[in-house]
Nanobody, 127 residues
């Protein structure tokens, strides 16, 4: 059974950067497609970014396009979300999610598409 553990969250000023990491155990990252979601207080889970099983296809929510980058590191068995130019509205708990896809190039953007979730890491952006 795959397990996901996020880290790297924290408090940062607007305009700053953070790099979130999702450590994968039990299976290898090359077996899965991954997504990052976030949930702000009082709001629903929101899709942020996705990466295909082969790591060649990525997709981003409009508000983070050009600021966030999702990547896989097969050697470290991790998935990362590099975040630049952070804004107060990026404040949320960020979650890593995984699923085994039917194609190596597929990515997924809804919560129900994913079968495995981490516990989340808090990101707070001050103005």
């Amino acid at each position: 059974q795959v397990q996901l553990v996020e880290s790297g969250g924290g408090l940062v000023q607007a305009g700053g950067s953070l790099r979130l990491s999702c450590a994968v155990s039990g299976r290898t990252v090359s077996d899965y497609a991954f997504g990052w979601f976030r949930q702000a207080p009082g709001r629903e889970h929101e899709f942020v970014a996705a990466i295909s099983r082969n790591g060649l296809v990525t997709f981003y929510e409009d508000s983070v396009t050009g600021r966030f980058t999702v990547s896989k590191d097969n050697a470290e068995n991790t998935v990362s979300l590099q975040m630049h130019s952070l804004k107060p509205e990026d404040t949320a708990v960020y979650y890593c999610a995984a699923r085994v896809p039917s194609s190596v190039s597929y990515y997924f953007t809804t919560r129900d598409d994913y079968h495995h979730w981490g516990q989340g890491t808090q990101v707070t952006v001050s103005s």
